[in-house]
């Protein structure tokens, strides 16, 4: 079993819906990353949580640490909004992170 | 602009050969990392060093060395090239317990 679990495995959406990303792990940690990764292109830290809560912009993503769950969501989609979102957890003292697969989203204009 | 460098970006490899991946950050980013991506699979850690003059092995270090240069750089190594080495690797760089990585822009290899 994979440690870090994210679903749905792909997603369309259209432009301007909300829209929610899921993952779940398995181990204790200590510290949860979101990625993303535009088609052919490199990898952009999203967000660090650790507990609580995050915003920036249209994203916000929200943890709990006591179901080992995090969601990431986008709010009023546009069609540049579609890449690959990766979950990623960290644990123990270093930052080695551990990867979930990663979720394909597409928006549609 | 800051952030990490990666070279080359994209690479041909007949089975056997060698090379060097290069990798810099200007962060001062004590830890740094090289992974690699392929299809249906989640980025997996082929070595890592923690600090300047450290580097350990990942899930995945077989066929592969690595160089802590100094602190800005860590090169990776592919002494004989294998086909199943064919992937897109990422060099990355953090600082543990701030906030976030900074990843390179890849580099495509193909072995053949």
């Known amino acids: 079993k994979n440690e870090v679990e994210q679903s749905p495995q792909n997603l369309t959406a259209q432009e301007g819906e909300f829209i929610t990303i899921n993952c779940s792990y398995s181990?204790?940690?200590?510290?949860l990353h979101w990625l993303q990764q535009h088609p052919g292109g490199g990898i952009v830290s999203l967000f660090m949580l650790s507990s609580g809560k995050k915003k920036h912009g249209r994203l916000i993503a929200t943890i709990n640490i006591q179901e080992k769950h995090s969601s990431l969501h986008i709010t009023a989609s546009h069609p540049r909004d579609s890449a690959v979102y990766i979950c990623a957890v960290s644990t123990g003292a270093n930052s080695k992170l551990t990867f979930g697969k990663g979720i394909t989203l597409s928006v549609r204009p | 602009n800051a952030g990490v460098t990666q070279t080359p970006k994209f690479q041909v490899l007949k089975t056997g050969q060698s090379m060097t991946l290069q990798c810099a950050q200007d962060?001062?980013?004590?830890?740094m990392y090289w992974y690699r991506q392929d299809p249906g699979m989640g980025l997996r850690l082929i070595y890592y060093s923690a600090s300047e003059g450290t580097t350990d092995k990942g899930e995945v270090p077989n066929g592969y060395n690595v160089s802590r240069l100094n602190k800005r750089e860590f090169s990776l190594r592919l002494e004989s090239a294998a086909p199943s080495q064919t992937s897109v690797y990422f060099c990355?760089?953090?600082?543990?317990?701030?906030?976030?990585?900074?990843f390179g822009s890849g580099t495509r290899l193909t072995v053949v």
């Open positions: 181990v204790g940690i200590s510290a």
């Open positions: 990355a760089s953090s600082e543990v317990k701030l906030y976030g990585y900074t």
């Open positions: 962060m001062n980013h004590n830890s």
